[in-house]
């Protein structure tokens, strides 16, 4: 099956402009995460849906980031305006719903430069 | 709240030696115990899990963890390592829900000498 896509690879912005990000989840998955990756860092869960619902929000600067997952499937991330510390890859992943269907499968990132 | 350390920032190791990559984990509930490997420019790889049952699980690449309640550890283990295990492997953890959110650790850079 193909894997969870992600789009672009690479991102290079300046500070106070804005990006967007792009998934498609697995075929079939019902969870989708966002995940902040800061080099040197372990990701951390920036948003999760369930369907086309939020789960989980508690760690998405809601001032400047934002995330939409219309129709349940593929997914944007939006950050308006940039700040230098946004400088991350942006990882997507997506699950299955159901019982034992537990681990996240994730795409190859998007890296973030701003500059 | 969840929580997960890996306490090592780096392991090195000589080539066809065992290795141990540990981790430990805090979760008010069941926990479902997850390694990933990361490669350069890479997305996270899934390696293996431990859902329940048998407290030692096998995974991809010879890769096997042994997972320690009263301990609360997942530690990661491989009884002869390779050049091209060289990589950074997450610990992670979610409770016993699919609908969850999962928690990673800080990362361990494994580093395999020939």
């Known amino acids: 099956e193909a894997g969870v896509a992600q789009s672009p690879r690479y991102k290079i912005i300046e500070k106070r402009q804005s990006v967007a990000f792009w998934c498609n989840p697995i075929?079939?998955?019902?969870?989708l995460y966002w995940y902040q990756q800061i080099l040197g860092q372990g990701p951390k869960l920036l948003i999760q849906f369930q369907n086309n619902g939020v789960v989980d929000d508690s760690q998405l600067p809601k001032d400047r980031f934002s995330a939409e997952r219309l129709k349940g499937v593929d997914s944007t991330l939006k950050i308006q305006p940039a700040k230098l510390e946004d400088s991350a890859v942006y990882l997507c992943a997506s699950s299955p719903a159901g019982a034992g269907n537990t681990e996240a499968f994730f795409g190859q990132g998007t890296r973030l430069t701003v500059v | 709240a969840q929580s997960v350390a890996q306490p090592e920032d780096q392991v090195n190791v000589a080539e066809g030696n065992p290795l141990t990559v540990k981790c430990t984990y805090s979760v008010s509930g069941n926990p479902y115990l997850f390694w990933y490997v990361q490669y350069p420019n890479r997305g996270l790889q899934f390696l293996l899990k431990?859902?329940?049952?048998?407290?030692l699980v096998k995974g991809s690449y010879g890769f096997e963890a042994e997972f320690n309640k009263s301990q609360t550890s997942f530690h990661l283990k491989k009884p002869s390592a390779l050049v091209s295990d060289s990589a950074l492997y997450f610990c992670a953890v979610r409770l016993y829900s699919s609908a969850s959110k999962i928690i990673f650790g800080s990362g361990t850079r494994l580093s395999i000498r020939p």
């Open positions: 075929s079939g998955h019902a969870t």
């Open positions: 431990y859902i329940t049952g048998d407290n």
